[in-house]
C-alpha cells in the first residue's frame, strides 16, 4: 500500500489549498483516513480524519475552515482548506489505517500507511 500526497503550495492568508492523498495497492477494509500536520520544531498532530461510518473529527483551529472528505471512485482522501492562517504552515502528512485481509479485519490487525507529506506555506 502506498500513499501520494499532492495539492500543497505557498498561499496568501485567507485563502484556500485542497490536498489529495491517492492510495493505492490493496486493503481489504479501510478503518480511518486522516491528515496530520507537522510545524517546524513541533510534533506531528491530527488535523482531521474521517472514520469507518462517516465519523469526522477535527482539531479546534480547524473546525469550520477545514473539510476532509474521502472519493471511493478515484481511491483518495482530500482535504479542503479555507481560511487559511499563517499558523496553518507545515508539513502535511496523509495517514490510512486498514484491515489488509479478512484474517486481518477478523483479529483486528490494523495496519497505519503514511504519505510522504506535502508542504503548505500561508504567508503574504
Known amino acids: 500500500v502506498q500513499l501520494q500526497a499532492s495539492g500543497g503550495g505557498l498561499v496568501q492568508p485567507g485563502g484556500s489549498l485542497t490536498l489529495s492523498c491517492a492510495v493505492s495497492?490493496?486493503?481489504?477494509?479501510?478503518?480511518?483516513m486522516a491528515w496530520y500536520r507537522q510545524a517546524p520544531g513541533n510534533q506531528r498532530e491530527l488535523v482531521a480524519r474521517w472514520r469507518i461510518g462517516g465519523l469526522t473529527y477535527y482539531e479546534d483551529s480547524a473546525e469550520g475552515r477545514f473539510t476532509i472528505s474521502r472519493d471511493n471512485a478515484k481511491n483518495t482522501v482530500n482535504l479542503q482548506m479555507n481560511s487559511l492562517r499563517p499558523e496553518d504552515t507545515g508539513v502535511f502528512y496523509c495517514n490510512v489505517g486498514g484491515f489488509n485481509t479478512y484474517n486481518d479485519y477478523l483479529h483486528q490487525n490494523l495496519n497505519d500507511y503514511w504519505g510522504q507529506g506535502t508542504q503548505v506555506t500561508v504567508s503574504s
Open positions: 495497492g490493496s486493503i481489504f477494509r479501510i478503518n480511518h
